[in-house]
């Protein structure tokens, strides 16, 4: 089979339509029709069928695409073996980070990676939720993203993800806030209480939604905001409260806000680096992993 078709089929795969498949590959949706044609005809089973205006994958086409991700994998061994006869990581490795990571990890990141004279990094901040992860791979060597503890795992048969950290979620009350003079605080005394969140379908709003799920305590959302810092600053004067992650949430010394765990429950989300299967073995991409792990060593309290 043509590798090319086969890495056609593949990004095709991973972004779900003829047009943003042709994009990816800066060529025209014809191009990338007659490519999956020509596999079609190569096989001889259809791959792909109609669907309302557009395509999508036949099982046989599934199955294909799990092939042909070990076969593409492979050849990035292939090119990585070679890599190896280099005595340092060089190249550029594509990192996609959500912002609050970025806060906490991407200045000692870029630090470490400075130690490598060949080795360049070229870093986006995308504000993600988990179903984007897959497209979003195809995008970037590393991408550092974050998902509620109790959420069902990235598809490991496709992708690679390496665990950097478990961030416990507190809540952050103003000062003065009745509460605040207690260690931990329980969610059914914060029932009444007006919350500020994130948008829906992001993690953060996902463990909210699963302590709901958990505890029958739903919570009142008033305001819907992505950027911890205005959360923060809107916690701080008073206008709602908040479930905010641990290691960058702004206390100033519990003058400007005051971070109390949940009593009698977990809530936390994890902080991954999800690759392609077989991108880890690109001494550049491990040198970036090595980078990401040690600082988040360093983050995470012993």
């Keep these: 089979m043509d590798i090319g078709r086969l890495r056609t089929l593949r990004e095709f795969a991973d972004r779900g339509s003829v047009i943003a498949t042709a994009r990816a590959l800066h060529c025209t949706p ?127 048969e496709r992708l690679e993800v390496v665990r950097l950290l478990r961030e416990p979620l507190d809540v952050a009350l103003p000062p003065g806030h009745p509460l605040g003079d207690r260690d931990r605080v329980d969610l059914a005394d914060l029932a009444g209480e007006r919350w500020i969140g994130v948008d829906v379908g992001f993690p953060v709003d996902d463990v909210l939604r699963s302590l709901a799920t958990r505890t029958g305590v739903r919570a009142q959302v008033v305001h819907r905001i992505n950027d911890f810092r205005i959360i923060e600053a809107l916690v701080a004067d008073g206008h709602g409260i908040a479930l905010l992650p641990r290691y960058t949430m702004d206390t100033a010394g519990q003058r400007r806000l005051l971070r109390r765990p949940l009593a009698g429950i977990r809530a936390a989300r994890l902080v991954e680096a999800v690759l392609r299967v077989g991108a880890s073995a690109r001494p550049a991409v491990a040198a970036v992993l090595d980078a990401l792990g040690a600082e988040a060593s360093e983050v995470t309290p012993s």
């Design 30 to 156: 014809s191009a990338v029709s007659q490519q999956l044609r020509a596999l079609q005809a190569e096989v001889g089973l259809p791959l792909t069928e109609p669907a309302g205006r557009g395509l999508r994958l036949t099982d046989a086409g599934r199955a294909l695409v799990a092939r042909a991700d070990d076969v593409l994998a492979a050849l990035q061994r292939a090119e990585s073996e070679l890599d190896t006869y280099r005595s340092v990581p060089r190249g550029r490795v594509r990192v996609a980070v959500f912002p609050s990571a970025g806060l906490m990890l991407l200045p000692g990141l870029l630090r470490r990676v400075a130690e490598h004279d060949r080795l360049d990094v070229e870093v986006r901040d995308v504000d993600m939720t988990p179903p984007e992860v897959p497209g979003l791979v195809a995008d970037f060597d590393v991408v550092v993203t974050h998902r509620d503890e109790h959420a069902e795992p990235f598809d490991s």
